[in-house]
């Protein structure tokens, strides 16, 4: 099938059709999984957003609460403690600005200040939040796929076919919000690599990634630094640059139209490879 590939945000949009984009990771958190508090006050989260700039990123993706595996739930005026200082710093950085919150309060904060995209692990299931995005009209939206809360997602990892039922999950999901007048352009679909899945359910999803172009958006894709490289290389986190580029490289090879990365410039040069070579040709 044709799948449309302008995604429309606040303030941009997005061409996917002429390259891949590549989506920086700024964890303003003390406990995330890789980078946990690297830069968790808002000066060093700010001159890490001008880092990523003068590395080629294409959006900046601004979150105040770890999801690894295990991670307690944040008080809505904690993120956005985090969170406030490092928005309004961004959305006068000439690129889109996501932010990544699961709150719908949080999301209301964030819109307000006038940022693009809202990337929610959970698809928009806290209450009110479908609504807030249908009601905003502009703003882009990233669905994604995970069973349950962070704390206890990888004891929730039964599945007959991990890919029909991310699929099922994330059209029920897409079709809610078309129901409430949400365009179709607005939303990319993730299906939440690490995310209340094994390390064999995760290979198989990238195996068969493919399959869920079916349900007609692009898709966003987030291997950057994760677990199941670890099992594959044998590699600690802070070793894993090597196998996150080849994982996006491999994902925009299957039809994935922006990666979520932390390592920035080399997954540029990468992917300027693999355009050069022929990139995607469907």
Request: a negative charge.
């Amino acid at each position: 099938m044709t799948i449309s590939q302008i995604w429309k945000t606040t303030r941009f949009d997005l061409d996917l059709a002429e390259r891949p984009l590549v989506m920086g990771i700024v964890n303003v958190t003390p406990d995330s999984f890789s980078d946990g508090g690297q830069h968790d006050d808002a000066i060093r989260a700010i001159d890490f957003c001008e880092r990523l700039l003068d590395e080629g990123v294409d959006i900046l993706d601004i979150g105040g609460e770890s999801t690894r595996p295990g991670a307690p739930r944040l008080a809505v005026d904690e993120e956005w403690r985090r969170l406030e200082p490092v928005l309004r710093a961004a959305v006068n950085f000439g690129v889109p600005v996501s932010v990544d919150t699961c709150k719908t309060e949080v999301m209301r904060r964030a819109l307000d200040l006038g940022v693009d995209i809202i990337n929610d692990v959970q698809a928009l299931r806290d209450e009110g939040a479908s609504a807030l995005l249908a009601a905003h009209g502009t703003a882009g939206i990233c669905l994604m796929h995970m069973r349950g809360q962070p704390a206890g997602m990888q004891q929730l990892t039964d599945y007959g076919d991990v890919v029909a039922e991310v699929a099922v999950f994330l059209r029920e999901r897409l079709d809610h919000l078309l129901s409430l007048g949400v365009a179709a352009d607005r939303v990319t679909l993730d299906p939440g690599y690490g995310f209340a899945k094994t390390v064999e359910q995760n290979l198989e999803l990238q195996r068969r990634q493919r399959e869920l172009l079916a349900l007609g958006r692009p898709l966003l894709i987030g291997w950057s630094r994760k677990s199941t490289l670890g099992a594959v290389t044998g590699k600690a986190v802070d070793e894993r640059v090597a196998a996150s580029v080849g994982a996006a490289v491999a994902a925009v090879s299957l039809g994935a139209r922006v990666v979520r990365v932390h390592d920035v410039a080399a997954t540029v040069d990468a992917l300027k490879v693999w355009q050069a070579f022929g990139g995607l040709q469907a």
